[in-house]
């Protein structure tokens, strides 16, 4: 159970801070995010299978991929001040796919 669910945030963390084609990306937040997620889950292994706690990290960990592939969208700043324009490699979202209700 904590195995696809550590693959999964992995995943989710490569696609939301590089780009499609892997030669540019934020390689600073994305290898921060990696030892972030790789430390979080370090630091729960000690936890027994099925208990409330690891349950409860498990679904943690589910809920940030998902916030990653949803809400997290990389842009560059313009050279004329504080504009900026989605990333190149970025897959564009259609209107309601974030997971929030239209209305």
Not at 7 to 24: K, T
Not at 38 to 53: I, K, P, T, V, Y
């Amino acid at each position: 159970m904590a195995l696809p669910a550590y693959r999964n945030l992995l995943r989710s963390i490569s696609i939301a801070f590089q780009e499609a084609d892997r030669r540019e990306g934020d390689t600073r937040v994305l290898t921060s995010a990696l030892a972030t997620a790789r430390s979080n889950f370090d630091s729960s292994r000690a936890l027994a299978q099925g208990s409330n706690e690891a349950t409860a990290a498990v679904k943690h960990a589910e809920e940030v991929a998902g916030i990653l592939r949803r809400n997290v969208v990389q842009g560059r700043r313009r050279d004329e001040g504080e504009k900026f324009r989605k990333h190149s490699g970025c897959r564009a979202r259609k209107k309601g796919e974030n997971g929030q209700a239209n209305s």
